[in-house]
Nanobody, 130 residues
Framework: QVQLVESGGGLVQAGGSLRLSCAAS????????????MGWFRQAPGKEREFVAG?????????YYANFVKGRFTISRDNVKNTVYLQMNSLKPEDTAVYFC??????????????????WGQGTQVTVSS
């Protein structure tokens, strides 16, 4: 089984920062975490879920960002802690959404398509006030 648990969301003023974490666990996933690409997505009320940032498996060493977060958000991973992070700076009210992490392809690149991700966390709410 695969479990993904997000944390770090909250209420922040525009221009502020938050750091989201996604802790991964599971009987086999815990030992194979570094072999999988990981991604962050978000979903605002009334909108479809959209890609935010992705990171390749550890042997790929690549990241990819949606245009609307380039230069503001940074995705990273700690394969010892089995955790993926999303550092969010210069937050805007339009960044308000539930943020989800998800497992991407085995030995995959930083994929952008939702259908390339097979396990999802429960999400963490990020609210940016103006």
């Amino acid at each position: 089984q695969v479990q993904l648990v997000e944390s770090g969301g909250g209420l922040v003023q525009a221009g502020g920062s938050l750091r989201l974490s996604c802790a991964a666990s599971g009987r086999t996933f815990s030992s194979t975490f570094s072999w999988y690409a990981m991604g962050w997505f978000r979903q605002a009320p009334g909108k479809e879920r959209e890609f935010v940032a992705g990171i390749s498996w550890s042997g790929g060493d690549s990241t990819y960002y949606a245009n609307f977060v380039k230069g503001r958000f940074t995705i990273s991973r700690d394969n010892v802690k089995n955790t993926v992070y999303l550092q969010m700076n210069s937050l805007k009210p339009e960044d308000t959404a539930v943020y989800f992490c998800a497992r991407g392809p085995y030995r995959g690149s930083a994929s952008t398509g939702l259908n390339e991700y097979d396990y999802w966390g429960q999400g963490t709410q990020v609210t940016v006030s103006s």
